[in-house]
């Protein structure tokens, strides 16, 4: 057996199902995205509920709604009728999972359900299976046959499901206009919470690490400021303390170059106006993210009066491990 052959088969088998269960997305997906909308706008939650797999499946999916701030709850199918209903409220929407759609520990949950005030969204690769009829919304999660050789073990199926799954969980997130910074909530943890939960503030120069001079001043006047913070950029400040343009290391090597007498010239003459800048209290991520999509090394730090506050180095946020 080719080893590497045959793992290209079932990635592609896997991914040929992803792309026809995507051609057959339709209405009821939006009906879907829009109940569970509805539910979590009135402090509802999303109810999970499989067998197997597909239980494996709603573990996953309920871990991505709740890091997007859509609360879900696994409901073991098992233990439902033995006191975990009690999970269930008005206003949730349940998400059944169940590949064939007759998976009988969840079929005998259905009425039960229906006597609390909830909506049931099923999603299975049945169309006409009791599980489709018996929900209010049903979302195909079908597949042409399983990646596995002998047809049986659940692979395409499962992946199909909980890629659906993702689907609802995302479109949801925009729906429901959730930004960056909500996402920091649920995300403290780890370097991805350090870089959306910092701010510009934490991370900028300061005081007497911010070099700065006059508008007036010579480019000579700049390095010796620069290099006496140890930074890559001065600050060039008008009459009144307001921000008149940056003047960096980069600016100086490549004038110097041509004109040996840098030094002397003004460094009105060759600094960069309305530069790059963000508040104190920006989410440093804005920081990393200019530093990337602009190609600089250095960010300023104003208030709200246009006045200088701090210096952001590229070597900041390498130092706050932000990139």
């Not at 539910?39 to 509920?49: A, E, N, Q």
């Not at 169940?98 to 006597?115: A, C, I, K, N």
């Not at 597949?143 to 499962?158: F, G, I, K, Q, Y």
Request: hydrophobic letters at 45%; aromatic letters at 4%.
């Amino acid at each position: 057996m080719d080893f590497e052959e045959r793992a290209r088969e079932v990635i592609g088998m896997e991914s040929e199902s992803l792309r026809q269960m995507a051609s057959r997305i339709g209405s009821g997906f939006g009906e879907a995205v829009k109940l569970l909308r509805a539910s979590l706008d009135d402090r509802g939650k999303v109810v999970i509920v499989g067998v197997g797999k597909s239980g494996n499946v709603g573990q996953k999916i309920a871990a991505t709604l709740n890091s997007t701030g859509a609360t879900a709850v696994v409901l073991n199918a098992q233990d439902a009728l033995h006191g975990d209903l009690g999970l269930l409220s008005d206003g949730d929407v349940v998400l059944a999972l169940s590949y064939s759609g007759e998976t009988q520990e969840l079929l005998g949950l259905v009425p039960f359900f229906r006597s609390f005030n909830v909506k049931v969204i099923a999603l299975c690769g049945k169309v006409g299976s009791s599980l489709a009829a018996a929900a209010d919304v049903m979302l195909d999660t079908s597949v042409t046959r399983e990646a596995c050789p002998l047809n049986l073990a659940p692979t395409s199926s499962s992946t199909a499901m909980m890629v659906m799954g993702d689907a609802l969980a995302m479109v949801l997130l925009e729906a429901r206009g959730f930004t960056e910074r909500d996402f920091a909530r649920y995300h403290p943890g780890g370097s991805l919470g350090r870089v959306l939960l910092l701010k510009v503030g934490d991370v900028m120069r300061r005081d007497q690490a911010m070099p700065t001079v006059l508008v007036t001043a010579r480019v000579i006047d700049a390095v010796a400021e620069m290099n006496q913070s140890r930074a890559g950029a001065c600050l060039i400040l008008d009459e009144n303390g307001k921000l008149a343009g940056i003047f960096t290391h980069g600016d100086f090597a490549r004038g110097y170059e041509k004109d040996a007498a840098l030094g002397t010239r003004p460094v009105a003459a060759l600094m960069t106006r309305n530069p790059i800048a963000l508040t104190e209290d920006s989410l440093a991520v804005e920081a990393v993210k200019q530093v990337g999509e602009k190609r600089i090394d250095d960010i300023v730090v104003i208030d709200s009066e246009g006045r200088p506050v701090g210096l952001i180095d590229a070597q900041d946020l390498a130092r706050f491990k932000l990139v």
